[in-house]
Nanobody, 116 residues
């Protein structure tokens, strides 16, 4: 069974930076396309960044140029470097496969709060 544990969130002022980590269990991580998702209060969870098993990346327009997704397959870990954070980035951030795989669960996420 594949599980995800997100970490690295916290409180930061607008313009600040955070680096999130996603520790993934399971031997399939290295061949899975992955993504970072976030969910703000009252909103649906959305995909904000994706990375293929080979390292090809893509970003939602809202974070393009500010966030960088990366992965270390040897460590079964994915990262999200977030720079120039804005209050609208406040959300719970999750990692998972992209596209989602049937039966694979979500982790608890990590809270990111950006003050103005």
């Amino acid at each position: 069974q594949v599980h995800f544990v997100e970490s690295g969130g916290g409180l930061v002022q607008a313009g600040g930076s955070l680096r999130l980590s996603c520790a993934a269990s399971g031997s399939t991580f290295s061949i899975d396309d992955m993504g970072w998702y976030r969910q703000a209060p009252g909103k649906q969870r959305e995909l904000i960044a994706g990375i293929t098993s080979g390292g090809i990346t893509n970003y939602a327009d809202s974070v393009k140029g500010r966030f960088t997704i990366s992965r270390d397959n040897a460590k079964n870990t994915m990262y999200l470097q977030m720079n120039n954070l804005k209050p609208e980035d406040t959300a719970v951030y999750y990692c998972n496969s992209r596209p989602l795989i049937y039966g694979r669960s979500w982790g608890q996420g990590t809270q990111v709060t950006v003050s103005s």
